[in-house]
């Protein structure tokens, strides 16, 4: 972690910092399981106040967060002989911007792995006779994927009809993301003939799925103007085992009865599909608590440190403190972080000078909080 960890690391190791007793939680996996989080024991802190480190906006104060889960659908299949005189080609959809799955869900940006299954379906029921070897896209849950290839053969006196075809189809999808997607493209190359390719029934009913399978925002918050409450991302799809292939989809809301909606339609689809379907554990949402004692300092601490408001939200996002809170439901919590831009992309930044700012918010928050008020269980 390459801001909270240091952060309590120097106010561990400091001897001019005016604090009352203070406990330092480290915890890992919290980018892909919540590990650290969903293991904490009940009785592990005395605190009465939590503040997360893990907010990526300074001058920001969150008081809420979404809730997660991850539906995943997995596709056996058969392999059989590559038909003859087939073109077969690698498709490449690459050059998206990626982000997080959650903060980054109402920007539309795009996804690639539904931007190639809406290629190879316009393939898959036409006259060119299309199969499938290889597909691949995404990577991390938590991630808009910004990759996905796959390898493709059709009859061989249909290669410049694709080639047109694709041509066609890449021109209207950057028109519909050219105020997002400046650098979207899909490369079309040769590829050596493979050796086996999918059943058709298996490739056929994996299309439709990834077609069906809804992605982005399912609704805004009623309650707060401008918050996601729910929505979807197809993740990943990968072949594993030699078997299967897995398709990975993560639902979140702030609502915990529409999550449990989004996730019945997601696997709605994959049962249509025939698709087995599993679940992760799932983290809960933490929910806004407006009279909050902690968020009432913040906003003063901040507003004489800068003399202007902090701004106060909640987050289309994951954040350990709804497991916290599950886990201590007395404690006062905030989330506070300096800026950062393009998360969980390979153009992840932090903004340095955000950290200073950040940082005295911090220290001045922990001068000023009674040790009354801290160590009330």
Same mark, same amino acid.
């Given at each position: $972690?390459?801001?909270?960890?240091?952060?309590?690391?120097?106010?561990?190791?400091?001897? @001019?910092?005016?604090?009352?007793?203070?406990?330092?939680?480290?915890?890992?996996?919290?980018?892909?399981?919540?590990?650290?989080?969903?293991?904490?024991?009940?009785?592990?802190?005395?605190?009465?106040?939590?503040?997360?480190?893990?907010?990526?906006?300074?001058?920001?104060?969150?008081?809420?967060?979404?809730?997660? #889960?991850?539906?995943?659908?997995?596709?056996?299949?058969?392999?059989?002989?590559?038909?003859?005189?087939?073109?077969?080609?690698?498709?490449?959809?690459?050059?998206?911007?990626?982000?997080?799955?959650?903060?980054?869900?109402?920007?539309?940006?795009?996804?690639?792995?539904?931007?190639?299954?809406?290629?190879?379906?316009?393939?898959?029921?036409?006259?060119?006779?299309?199969?499938?070897?290889?597909?691949?896209?995404?990577?991390?849950?938590?991630?808009?994927?910004? %990759?996905?290839?796959?390898?493709?053969?059709?009859?061989?006196?249909?290669?410049?009809?694709?080639?047109?075809?694709? @041509?066609?189809?890449?021109?209207?999808?950057?028109? $519909?993301?050219?105020?997002? %997607?400046?650098?979207?493209?899909?490369?079309?190359?040769?590829?050596?003939?493979?050796?086996?390719?999918?059943?058709?029934?298996?490739?056929?009913?994996?299309?439709?799925?990834?077609?069906?399978?809804?992605?982005?925002?399912?609704?805004?918050?009623?309650?707060?103007?401008?918050?996601?409450?729910?929505?979807?991302?197809?993740?990943?799809?990968?072949?594993?085992?030699?078997?299967?292939?897995?398709?990975?989809?993560?639902?979140?809301?702030?609502?915990?009865?529409?999550?449990?909606?989004?996730?019945?339609?997601?696997?709605?689809?994959?049962?249509?599909?025939?698709?087995?379907?599993?679940?992760?554990?799932?983290?809960?949402?933490?929910?806004?608590?407006? $009279?909050?004692?902690?968020?009432?300092?913040?906003?003063?601490?901040? #507003?004489?440190?800068?003399? #202007?408001?902090?701004?106060? #939200?909640?987050?289309?996002?994951?954040?350990?403190?709804?497991?916290?809170?599950?886990?201590?439901?007395?404690?006062?919590?905030?989330?506070?972080?300096?800026?950062?831009?393009?998360?969980?992309?390979?153009?992840?930044?932090?903004?340095?000078?955000?950290?200073?700012?950040?940082?005295?918010?911090?220290?001045?928050?922990? $001068? @000023?909080?009674?040790?009354?008020?801290?160590?009330?269980?």
């Amino acid at each position: $972690e390459q801001r909270s960890a240091p952060a309590q690391l120097a106010l561990l190791a400091s001897d @001019n910092i005016a604090h009352g007793k203070i406990e330092a939680l480290f915890t890992v996996d919290e980018e892909t399981g919540l590990t650290g989080a969903f293991n904490l024991e009940k009785d592990f802190l005395t605190g009465n106040i939590l503040i997360n480190l893990d907010s990526e906006e300074e001058g920001l104060i969150y008081i809420g967060c979404a809730g997660g #889960k991850n539906t995943r659908g997995y596709f056996k299949y058969k392999e059989k002989e590559s038909p003859k005189k087939y073109f077969w080609f690698n498709l490449h959809v690459k050059g998206l911007r990626g982000g997080h799955s959650g903060s980054d869900i109402d920007k539309n940006f795009g996804n690639a792995n539904k931007i190639l299954a809406r290629f190879l379906f316009s393939l898959m029921r036409k006259k060119y006779g299309m199969v499938l070897s290889e597909i691949k896209g995404g990577n991390l849950s938590n991630a808009l994927p910004r %990759e996905a290839y796959a390898i493709v053969g059709v009859k061989e006196k249909y290669k410049e009809d694709i080639r047109v075809k694709l @041509n066609t189809f890449l021109a209207s999808v950057q028109n $519909e993301y050219k105020h997002t %997607e400046t650098s979207l493209d899909i490369q079309l190359e040769s590829a050596q003939i493979p050796s086996k390719v999918l059943n058709k029934g298996t490739t056929e009913r994996l299309i439709l799925a990834l077609n069906a399978c809804p992605h982005g925002v399912i609704g805004m918050s009623l309650d707060i103007p401008g918050l996601v409450e729910t929505s979807n991302n197809m993740a990943s799809v990968k072949m594993i085992d030699g078997q299967q292939i897995e398709v990975i989809t993560s639902q979140r809301s702030s609502v915990e009865s529409q999550r449990e909606y989004v996730i019945n339609m997601v696997t709605s689809v994959f049962d249509l599909a025939g698709a087995k379907v599993t679940y992760n554990e799932g983290y809960p949402g933490w929910q806004p608590n407006t $009279e909050s004692q902690i968020l009432r300092l913040a906003e003063k601490v901040y #507003k004489d440190l800068y003399n #202007k408001d902090a701004e106060v #939200k909640a987050i289309h996002a994951g954040l350990e403190c709804g497991l916290f809170l599950e886990k201590y439901p007395h404690l006062d919590m905030i989330s506070i972080g300096p800026d950062m831009t393009d998360v969980h992309s390979p153009k992840e930044k932090l903004n340095i000078p955000s950290v200073e700012k950040w940082w005295n918010f911090l220290v001045k928050i922990l $001068e @000023n909080v009674s040790p009354e008020t801290a160590e009330k269980r």
